[in-house]
C-alpha cells in the first residue's frame, strides 16, 4: 500500500465534492489513451508542481527515472491531463504532504487526499482552501434599496 495524493487542474475539476468524487472515479480509471508517464501532457501549473516535487520526491518510472530504486523518496506518478497521481511511501506520508501542499499552493492547482478522505483543497485568493467554503454559493437576499425592513 502506498500514501496517495491527486494533484488536480481546478479549472477541470468539478465544483462540489459529489462531482468531484464522481469525476475523481473517471480520472482514476486511466481511459485517456496515453501513457500516463509523460509530464508534457497536463497542464502548465501541474507540470511545474511536479518538476518541483521530483526535487524531494523522484520519479521511479518517469522519463527522469533512473534504475537506481533504492531511495525511499522515489514515487511513483501517473500523469493525466488534468491531474496528477502520487504515490508515495506510507513512512513519508507527513512529508510528502506538507510538500505536495506548499507546492500546489505556489502553483495554483487542488490537491486531494484519497488515503484519508481529506478535504478536496483549491486554489483561491492564492491560497488552498476547501472546496465546499470556496464553492458556496451565498444566495443573494439582499432586498431591494426601497425596502425598509
Request: charged share 20%.
Given at each position: 500500500?502506498?500514501?496517495?495524493?491527486?494533484?488536480?487542474?481546478?479549472e477541470?475539476?468539478?465544483?462540489?465534492r459529489?462531482?468531484?468524487?464522481?469525476?475523481?472515479?473517471?480520472?482514476?480509471?486511466?481511459?485517456?489513451?496515453?501513457?500516463?508517464?509523460n509530464?508534457?501532457?497536463?497542464?502548465?501549473?501541474?507540470?511545474?508542481?511536479?518538476?518541483?516535487?521530483?526535487?524531494t520526491?523522484?520519479?521511479?518510472?518517469?522519463?527522469?527515472?533512473t534504475?537506481?530504486?533504492?531511495?525511499?523518496?522515489?514515487?511513483?506518478?501517473?500523469?493525466?491531463?488534468a491531474?496528477?497521481?502520487?504515490?508515495?511511501?506510507?513512512r513519508?506520508?507527513?512529508?510528502?504532504?506538507?510538500?505536495?501542499?506548499?507546492?500546489?499552493?505556489?502553483?495554483?492547482?487542488?490537491?486531494?487526499?484519497?488515503?484519508f478522505?481529506?478535504?478536496?483543497?483549491?486554489?483561491?485568493?492564492?491560497?488552498?482552501?476547501?472546496?465546499?467554503?470556496?464553492?458556496?454559493?451565498?444566495?443573494?437576499?439582499?432586498?431591494?434599496?426601497w425596502?425598509?425592513?
Amino acid at each position: 500500500m502506498s500514501y496517495d495524493l491527486m494533484i488536480f487542474s481546478s479549472e477541470a475539476a468539478p465544483k462540489t465534492r459529489a462531482d468531484f468524487m464522481l469525476w475523481y472515479a473517471r480520472q482514476t480509471a486511466w481511459t485517456e489513451g496515453h501513457s500516463y508517464q509523460n509530464p508534457t501532457i497536463t497542464t502548465p501549473g501541474l507540470r511545474s508542481w511536479y518538476l518541483d516535487m521530483m526535487q524531494t520526491f523522484p520519479d521511479m518510472n518517469g522519463p527522469e527515472a533512473t534504475d537506481d530504486h533504492t531511495s525511499e523518496y522515489e514515487t511513483d506518478y501517473t500523469i493525466g491531463r488534468a491531474v496528477i497521481y502520487a504515490a508515495f511511501s506510507w513512512r513519508l506520508a507527513e512529508e510528502a504532504n506538507t510538500t505536495a501542499r506548499q507546492l500546489a499552493q505556489k502553483h495554483q492547482v487542488g490537491l486531494y487526499d484519497p488515503s484519508f478522505n481529506g478535504p478536496i483543497l483549491v486554489p483561491h485568493n492564492g491560497q488552498l482552501k476547501p472546496m465546499e467554503g470556496v464553492n458556496t454559493r451565498i444566495q443573494d437576499v439582499r432586498k431591494p434599496w426601497w425596502k425598509v425592513w
